[in-house]
């Protein structure tokens, strides 16, 4: 009797079994569905990157720039003005042609267009670059403050970019990387406003043009690294593994 009512028992802790197949049950994922986490952070990225036009998005954004300084440097200003705008209004066709994003394409002529209207406006040829200064001091300022508020720009936007549901505040590793992230982004704003203004105070038309090449490209992808990087960093610690 007691063999009887021990054995039932004994077979459920120690036998081994063999888990069958549910009929009608989901399929259990398999080893992909492991890395699928990645791609989310690395999706997210290439959607920051894309809404920028893309890798040659940051190239577009120096053509006008170049033809600008080149024609004020032997043309007229009215001359130079419109030589800008054809400039400008040729890359736009050309990015549509290829199927770029209509806003990122159509985005650099209105930019072009307000700068040289600011230069119809006041007679400059200096002011070409006005506007893109006092953004820079606009992004150092934004950026700065959100350090200090403990809030750091880059988090905010990782954690709106996955739905608003993360307390990333929370993780001091995560708030860590954003600070950094974001504190590096203050750095490249910071600088463009830093030098940009003393040419712009000297009235160096070439100078300027010079120093927004110089400073535009190779700068952001600087920033953007350091973004990527805590954008990962935050994924790979709070987002759910598969």
């Known amino acids: 009797m007691n063999a009887t009512s021990t054995h039932p028992a004994q077979y459920r802790d120690d036998a081994p079994t063999e888990q069958l197949p549910v009929v009608g049950a989901a399929p259990r994922p398999t080893g992909p569905a492991g890395p699928a986490a990645k791609p989310a952070t ?20 120096t053509v006008a720039v170049v033809v600008f300084a080149a024609a004020n440097a032997f043309l007229p200003l009215p001359v130079t003005a419109s030589i800008a705008i054809g400039a400008a209004l040729l890359l736009t066709v ?9 806003s990122s394409a159509v985005g650099g002529l209105i930019g072009v267009g307000v700068a040289v209207g600011l230069v119809a406006w006041t007679g400059s040829a200096k002011d070409f670059f006005a506007i893109g200064i006092w953004a820079a001091l606009a992004g150092f300022v934004v950026t700065a403050v959100s350090v ?6 880059t988090g905010l936007i990782w954690n709106a970019v996955h739905g608003n549901t993360h307390d990333w505040r929370a993780d001091r590793p995560s708030l860590r990387a954003h600070d950094i992230a974001t504190l590096a982004a203050a750095a490249v704003f910071g600088a463009r406003f ?3 203004y003393w040419l712009y105070a000297i009235d160096t038309t070439g100078g300027l043009a010079i120093a927004r090449v110089a400073m535009g490209t190779p700068l952001t992808i600087v920033g953007a ?12 610690r709070l987002l759910p593994r598969s």
């Open 42 to 61: 690395s999706a997210s990225a290439a959607s920051m990157l894309d809404q920028m036009g893309g890798p040659m998005g940051f190239v577009y954004s």
């Open 194 to 196: 830093v030098v940009q």
């Open 225 to 236: 690294l350091v973004v990527v990087w805590a954008f990962r960093r935050t994924s790979k």
């Open 148 to 153: 200090l508020a403990r809030r750091p720009v």
């Open 94 to 102: 050309f990015r549509l042609v290829r199927g770029e994003r209509f």
